[in-house]
């Protein structure tokens, strides 16, 4: 694989020019997870997708939910599901998230051995394949492989935990991304960023060419999660 370029990160220019769609996938991760249908059903008619956040102790420090417990929550769902798989082995066991309403696997660059064999196998179990990079992780990773690619998820936090600050730091990641995508053709991949989304920096994430945006604590702590979502999707479609 290519060694990791260095990205230009004085240049900001807005890279969300011609961006027809714009999806919101609320977070449950800091939702009530004892009464999770009710917690869904509050966001269902207004968001795009569920993000689910499955973390096992081992690739970041915290623990959400078992093998089983995700899939109970998936067959459960009201809306099809994005999995955001935050563990170790991922390309073992990516696959087994595959379920009626799972819409996207997305599995972390750094948990995989072999992520281009993964990703296949997820899109051979009929799911889109996501792939995902923390924040010290270079995009040029992507590069090469974006053929395999249905979604990249740039991480503007460190996985883990809801409620961290937004790193405006990782938006040139972002925009080269979205730069390739342009240039090589790539019209039906998606570009995630999740982590510290709100009113005030969904916008930068959306400029940056973001078309997909993950937002926890921003949905799960407002009075009215559903407005919360309509504000957001309204705030990043903002020309
Ligand atoms: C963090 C998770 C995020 C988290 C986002 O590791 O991947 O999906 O739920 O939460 P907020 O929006 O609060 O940063
Ligand atoms: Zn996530």
């Known amino acids: 694989m290519a060694a990791p370029r260095q990205l230009r990160c ?10 027809e769609m714009i999806r919101i996938c609320p977070s449950i ?16 008619e207004v968001s795009d997708l569920l993000h689910l956040d499955v973390m096992d102790d081992i690739f970041v420090p915290n623990f959400t939910f078992s093998l089983e417990r995700s899939l109970e929550i998936i067959q459960s769902s009201l809306l099809p599901v ?9 390309d073992t066991k990516a696959v087994s998230y595959a379920a009626k309403n799972t ?4 599995v972390h660059y750094e948990a995989c051995e072999d992520p281009v064999a993964t990703l296949r196998s997820i899109r051979h179990s009929g799911k889109r394949a996501g792939l995902a990079i923390k924040p010290n992780t270079p995009v040029t990773v992507l590069e090469e492989i974006l053929d395999e690619i249905d979604m990249i ?23 080269q991304a979205r730069h390739w995508l342009r240039q090589k ?3 039906e991949t998606w570009l995630q960023v999740d982590g510290g989304i709100s009113l005030s920096t969904i916008r930068m994430a959306a400029r940056a ?4 945006f993950v937002a926890g604590s921003a949905v799960y702590k ?3 999660p559903a407005q919360m979502i309509r504000e957001l999707r309204a705030e990043a479609g903002r020309r």
Do not use: C, W
Not at 30 to 44: H, Y
């Open 185 to 187: 053709g790539y019209k």
């Open 103 to 106: 819409a996207s696997i997305t």
């Open 82 to 90: 994005d999995v955001h798989l935050m563990i170790s082995e991922a």
């Open 222 to 224: 407002a009075d009215d």
């Open 10 to 19: 004085d240049v900001f220019i807005d890279a969300s020019e011609g961006l």
């Open 209 to 212: 060419g973001a078309d997909t």
């Open 153 to 175: 998820l740039v991480m503007s936090v460190e996985p883990g935990f809801g409620g961290q600050s937004f790193m405006e730091a990782m938006m040139p990641k972002v925009q």
């Open 29 to 44: 991760l800091n939702a009530n997870f004892d009464d999770l249908p009710n917690e869904i059903r509050k966001v269902a």
